[in-house]
């Protein structure tokens, strides 16, 4: 069974930091696409950043313009725990974060865009950010 754990949430002051972590289990290939998202009440869940895990590296890391240069996605490979390390925070990254994730098999080709929330399969329960002005 894919289990997929978010945590690392909580409140900061606008320009402060944190990191989220999310413990992938279950998955059958060690190599899948993952991708954090977030969302706020009344409005659609966004991709915010995305990397597929190749042999125990993450390359095409891919980010939503409003993240770029302030949240890095990172891995822990030993622990399988994959990280959204978040900076400069702003009132406006205030949400709900939910990390995904789906298979693929290397030499394969996927359909669809690694930021899309129709891209994945599997999904964590979202672990609450909330920054303060």
């Known amino acids: 069974q894919v289990q997929l754990a978010e945590s690392g949430g909580g409140s900061v002051q606008t320009g402060g930091s944190l990191r989220l972590s999310c413990e992938v289990s279950g998955l059958t290939d060690d190599n899948y696409w993952v991708g954090w998202f977030r969302q706020v009440p009344g409005k659609e869940r966004e991709g915010i950043a995305t990397s597929y895990r190749h042999r125990n590296l993450l390359v095409n890391e891919q980010y939503h313009d409003s993240v770029k240069g302030r949240f890095t996605i990172s891995e822990d490979s030993v622990k399988n725990l994959v990280y959204l390390q978040m900076s400069l925070l702003k009132p406006e990254d205030t949400a709900m974060y939910f990390c995904?994730?789906?298979?693929?098999?290397?030499?394969?080709?996927?359909?669809?865009?690694?930021?899309?929330?129709?891209?994945?399969?599997?999904w964590g329960q979202g672990t609450q950010v909330t920054v303060s002005s």
């Open positions: 995904a994730a789906r298979s693929q098999r290397p030499g394969t080709t996927v359909s669809g865009a690694p930021l899309d929330r129709a891209f994945y399969d599997f």
